[in-house]
Nanobody, 115 residues
Framework: VQLVESGGGVVQPGGSLRLSCAADGFTFSSDNMRWYREAPGQEREWVRTITNGGSGNSYYYADSMKGRFTISRDDAENILYLVMNNLKPEDTAVYYC???????WGQGTQVTVST
């Protein structure tokens, strides 16, 4: 079982990034997928969930990111995405993807929002 995040980087406030999480070794389409983030000195924070597509995807949002972050998934390619718009310095963190039922975590990708 493997999850590999990519797409992080340094961006100015107001900018955008798209994170990707490539999955392998489990039935991606059957699992609920989640993004978390962890800022320096803080606990890991839930960002977004997208449920498996069996009965229609559902999206659950953390309020601080609502309207700015969009989660999606490509079950044909086994990839999870997180599009982040209007980024703020407080969004600086390591972003992780997680397969809820499988219990797998990726290694994380660093997002830095700074001038």
């Amino acid at each position: 079982v493997q999850l590999v995040e990519s797409g992080g980087g340094v961006v100015q406030p107001g900018g955008s990034l798209r994170l990707s999480c490539a999955a392998d070794g489990f039935t991606f389409s059957s699992d609920n997928m989640r993004w978390y983030r962890e800022a320096p000195g803080q606990e890991r924070e839930w960002v977004r969930t997208i449920t498996n597509g069996g009965s229609g995807n559902s999206y659950y949002y953390a309020d601080s990111m609502k309207g700015r972050f969009t989660i999606s998934r490509d079950d044909a390619e086994n990839i999870l995405y997180l599009v982040m718009n209007n980024l703020k310095p407080e969004d600086t963190a390591v972003y992780y993807c997680n397969a809820q039922h499988t219990g797998a975590w990726g290694q994380g990708t660093q997002v830095t929002v700074s001038t």
